[in-house]
C-alpha cells in the first residue's frame, strides 16, 4: 500500500506578520494533503531551542532563536502520499533567492533578517516528523477524519470512508 506519511508545518512568524497564513493553507489543501492538527502559538525560547538543536553552535542559531520567536506561528499536521518529502519540494530551498519559482519559499520569500526568514518549516525526515510532530502536538489534538474525496480513493487507499 502507498505510504501514507505525516509531517510537521510551521508557518513563520515574518509569514503571519505578512499576512500569508491563508495563502500557504491553501496550497496544501490544493495538493490534496489532509491537516489533521493545527493550532496558533508563540514558541518560546526552550521550546524553539529544542527544535533547532541540530543547529546549536552553529554562527546562525541566535538569530534563528530571535526570528523563530519574534512574533506568533501557525503549526499544523499535514497528512498525505509520501507527505514528508512532497512538503519539503513545497517549501523549497532554504534561502528564498534560491527557492524556485512555485516553491512556497520561491513565491513569498525574499527579504531576510538576521537569519534566513523564508516564510515556513518543514520536517526533513521520518525522525524529524515523529520527534517534531511530538514537540508541537499532543496525540489528543491530533484528528482522523474523512474528507470529501476520500472515498473516490478508498479502495486503494483503504481508507475508512
Ligand atoms: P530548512 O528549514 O530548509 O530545513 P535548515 O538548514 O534546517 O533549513 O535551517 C533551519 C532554519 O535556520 C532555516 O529554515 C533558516 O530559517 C535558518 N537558517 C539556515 N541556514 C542559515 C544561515 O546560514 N544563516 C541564517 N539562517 C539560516
Ligand atoms: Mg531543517
Known amino acids: 500500500m502507498e505510504e501514507v506519511e505525516r509531517t510537521l508545518v510551521i508557518i513563520k512568524p515574518d509569514a503571519v506578520v505578512r499576512g500569508l497564513i491563508g495563502e500557504i493553507i491553501s496550497r496544501f489543501e490544493r495538493k490534496g494533503l489532509k491537516i489533521v492538527g493545527m493550532k496558533m502559538i508563540w514558541i518560546n525560547r ?3 531551542e529544542k527544535h533547532y538543536e541540530e543547529h546549536k553552535g552553529k554562527p546562525f542559531f541566535n538569530a534563528l532563536i530571535e526570528y523563530i520567536t519574534k512574533a506568533p506561528v501557525v ?4 497528512e498525505g502520499r509520501h507527505a514528508i518529502e512532497v512538503v519539503r ?12 519559482p512555485g516553491t512556497i519559499r520561491g513565491d513569498y520569500g525574499l527579504e531576510i533578517g538576521d537569519a534566513i526568514y523564508n516564510v515556513i518549516h518543514a520536517s526533513d525526515s ?4 515523529e520527534r517534531e510532530i511530538n514537540l508541537y502536538f499532543k496525540p489528543e489534538e491530533l484528528f482522523e477524519y474523512c474528507k470529501a474525496a476520500d472515498w473516490f480513493y478508498k479502495e486503494k487507499r483503504k481508507a475508512k470512508c
Not at 503549526?75 to 499535514?78: A, D, F
Not at 519540494?89 to 524556485?100: E, L, S, Y
Open 46 to 48: 526552550e521550546l524553539a
Open 75 to 78: 503549526v499544523m499536521v499535514v
Open 89 to 100: 519540494r513545497m517549501a523549497g530551498a532554504t534561502d528564498p533567492k534560491d527557492a524556485a
Open 126 to 129: 521520518k525522525e524529524s516528523a
